[in-house]
């Protein structure tokens, strides 16, 4: 009898497994173009690396001058809106007290979005692509598209 033969039985479940992904967007204050390249380029990172120290992962992270992506994994033990919060609150804090800030700060909103494994490629090329995209589609075009997707409605433009 060869291993492919074998088959597993499960009697019970003693693990917890789980696979939560979500793609969330969210925008700087009032949309203002307050992410130039240089610090894209540590920004980025900045942002994975407070999903690690929280024990969550960012498999990607990108955007452009006013808005960011992060597709992020989460363990069961972590709410969406907390992730969010982490992330938001720690790389605000970090911009304001590392660079010489303009009194940085992310609207109070965000979009999030649960995804399936099978989209984990796509989603991540699609966020590491966000300068390319944005040479085509405005960012309230983009969201738009994203909610209707999910079943959603863009609200009526107001700035936080």
């Not at 793609?23 to 690690?52: D, N």
């Amino acid at each position: 009898m060869g291993a492919e033969d074998e088959k597993i039985t499960i009697r019970g479940m003693s693990h917890t497994y789980s696979s939560i992904l979500i793609h969330s967007v969210f925008s700087t204050k009032e949309r203002r173009s307050l992410i130039p390249a240089e610090l894209k380029t540590r920004l980025w990172p900045y942002i994975a690396g407070i999903a690690r120290l929280n024990k969550f992962k960012a498999l990607a992270v990108g955007g452009i001058e006013d808005h960011a992506h992060a597709l992020v994994s989460l363990p069961t033990t972590m709410t969406v809106a907390k992730a969010i919060q982490l992330i938001k609150g720690g790389s605000s804090k970090w911009i304001n007290d590392h660079l010489q800030a303009r009194s940085f700060a992310w609207q109070d909103g965000y979009a999030a979005f649960s995804i399936g494994i099978a989209q984990v490629d796509n989603t991540i090329r699609y966020i590491q692509n966000q300068e390319k995209h944005h040479a085509k589609v405005r960012f309230d075009e983009e969201l738009a598209r994203m909610l209707e997707r999910h079943g959603m409605k863009l609200h009526s433009a107001s700035h936080d």
